[in-house]
């Protein structure tokens, strides 16, 4: 019996036993990002795995008539056309409709509260000032402790409600959410109305929302405007969700006190690397302590990669089977 002809791409960059697990299970076929498909190529696919930075819209799909499933191990799918590749009769495999396994996956809500430490008790200049050979922590002083200050979380989905209970383990006694919808009661976590209402009152803000059309840019100038002074702003979600140009203004006012990113702008988007050094933001953070990066690492622990990639794999070979998870 032969096997699926798969499309896979190296800059997903599996994990040595998914990639063993993908040769098992497909007649695999390699290249190095989508920009290198060809017609011939696609018109033999069964199984196309989608990285994030390349639609899969109307034209591909139409272009791979055999196709029979998308593959996608991420939480949000702004790169895949769902609806027109289900009108097809194509399935999705995508993590996002896979709540239940990631509950499991908890290393972003980590970094979250990782990049909350490090911003607001000040650990990059603290390091920086020991290495230089000084022992004085008067510098470093933080404005409060975390169990006296309020935390404001937009969106209460998987992340945003883990993110919750790390806080009460804080100890924080003041933890406020706005969602589009009301979620199920969380101890100690109460809802707002609107986003304004969240960030006018919030000492630190983090945000959890999803990457959809409806959300690009929901963190507004306007918004940004109503932050608390000398708040904090934390994103590990998507850098599409924010206005960068008003961060930067934000942070150059004082009306922030600081910001942790782990997303930027365009990142998915092909060239990004070409452009992003010179990037306004970036330019602010060489000099400034109050704004940290990191790259796109929330999930980035190797057994979060192993089992995220292992789940998408087994998705896949459900609904080949006719059986989906």
């Keep these: 019996m032969s096997k699926p002809v798969a499309l896979y791409y190296s800059m997903m960059q599996y994990q ?4 063993a697990r993908l040769s098992e299970l497909f007649e695999l076929e ?7 498909d060809s017609p011939q ?5 069964e199984v196309l795995f989608a990285p994030l930075g390349y639609q899969v819209d109307r034209a591909k799909i139409d272009a791979t008539p055999h196709l029979k499933v998308i593959a996608s191990n991420t939480t949000g ?7 027109y590749a289900q009108s097809r009769g194509i399935d999705v495999a ?7 396994f990631l509950d499991t996956i908890t290393p972003t809500a980590e970094l979250t509260w990782g990049l909350i430490i490090a911003l607001t008790r000040h650990l990059g200049p603290a390091q920086r000032s020991v290495l230089e050979g000084k022992w004085d922590r008067r510098p470093f002083g933080a404005p409060a402790m975390l169990s006296s200050l309020s935390l404001g979380i937009i969106g209460l989905g998987r992340l945003g409600g883990m993110v919750a209970r790390y806080a009460k383990a804080f100890g924080m006694q003041d933890v406020r959410y706005y ?24 000492d630190i803000v983090t945000l959890h929302a999803p990457h959809e059309p409806e959300n690009e840019g929901m963190i507004s100038r306007d918004l940004l405007a109503r932050f608390k002074p000398g708040s904090w702003f934390i994103n590990t979600a998507r850098g599409e969700l924010l206005d960068w140009s008003a961060l930067l203004d934000g942070l150059q006012s004082g009306r922030l006190a600081g910001a942790a990113l782990d997303v930027f702008q365009g990142e998915f988007e092909p060239g990004f690397q070409a452009g992003f050094p010179n990037h306004p933001v970036l330019e602010y953070a060489r000099t400034h ?5 990191t790259p796109h690492i929330g999930g980035s622990t190797i057994d979060a990669w192993r089992l995220t990639e292992g789940h ?5 070979e459900a609904f080949l089977k006719g059986k989906p998870l």
């Design 312 to 316: 998408t794999l087994d998705m896949v």
């Design 179 to 202: 969602d589009i919808a009301e979620k199920p009661p969380l101890a100690g976590v109460r809802r707002v109305d609107s986003l304004a209402a969240l960030v006018d009152g919030c």
């Design 289 to 293: 302590d109050n704004l940290l990066f």
């Design 41 to 45: 190529l696609l018109a033999r696919v």
């Design 16 to 19: 040595p036993e998914n990639l």
């Design 94 to 100: 995508c993590l996002k409709f896979a709540q239940g």
């Design 30 to 36: 390699v290249l190095p990002t989508p920009a290198e």
């Design 77 to 83: 799918h702004p790169h895949i056309d769902v609806a």
